[in-house]
């Protein structure tokens, strides 16, 4: 489970983060937009490099801008342990790929909710995670696709048995859980559901326990 910053309260973030450590989460999930890739501006590594030391958990930085190869090194001094990038903004994915492997954190790719899983077909002896999105990027609180449970499936029959992670972020919630670790998923992004949760570790604790 990695909940979403996006979510959190950003006037008590730090207290948010402490709190998820708590919880039984496994990463901490942080959306970066830039207003140009996705129609919305989140924030930047600075406030990344700010949550060092206040979790222990893995951050995975998920990079909804244009040009990622920019930034990459950043992400990493700030604490990202994984960094995915987006196929439609990396115009030389083998090449991005690489270079995120080089800083030494673990690399994926994220899919839209229309570009097929075949498109990362020639990457997956080099990745990670795969990401795929259950809702178009730039908004939390939006509402699943179905469709992306097919294409879990698609994915999943693609890896074979290499060691990669599934991904899924967007509309993901208790309701819809076993549903997507039923056809292949292994890591969910929780966002709302999460911090908006009477009970955020009874709410992880039922989730892991759909897998």
């Known amino acids: ?14 207290r948010d983060i ?7 989460v496994d990463y901490v999930h ?17 406030v990344m490099k700010s949550l060092l030391g206040k979790t222990n958990l893995p951050f995975d930085v998920h990079l909804m801008i244009e ?3 920019r930034y990459v090194e950043q992400f990493r001094d700030a604490g990202a342990d994984i960094i995915t990038v987006h196929q439609e903004a990396a115009i030389h ?3 991005v790929l690489g270079q ?3 800083t030494g ?5 994220v899919l839209n909710p229309a570009t097929p899983v075949c498109m990362v077909e020639n990457v997956l002896d080099d990745v990670d995670m795969i990401l795929l999105m259950s809702v178009n990027p730039g908004f939390g609180g939006q509402a699943f696709i179905p469709g992306t449970i097919e294409k879990i499936k698609k994915l999943k029959a693609m890896i074979g048995d290499r060691n990669i992670e599934i991904e899924i972020d967007g509309g993901v919630s208790d309701k819809n859980a076993a549903l997507l670790t039923e056809a292949g998923a292994n890591v969910l992004v929780m966002g709302s559901a999460v911090f908006n949760a009477e009970n955020p570790s009874e709410l992880i604790r039922e989730a892991k326990c759909l897998r």
Do not use: W, Y
């Not at 954190?105 to 790719?109: L, T």
């Open 1 to 14: 489970i990695a909940p979403s910053i996006l979510s959190a309260d950003f006037v008590n973030l730090e």
């Open 18 to 24: 402490r709190k998820l450590s708590e919880t039984g």
């Open 30 to 46: 942080v959306d970066v937009m830039d207003g140009h890739f996705v129609p919305n501006i989140s924030f930047g590594s600075s």
């Open 67 to 69: 040009q990622p190869e």
């Open 93 to 95: 994915l083998h090449r």
């Open 100 to 102: 995120i492997k080089g």
């Open 105 to 109: 954190a673990k690399c994926g790719v």
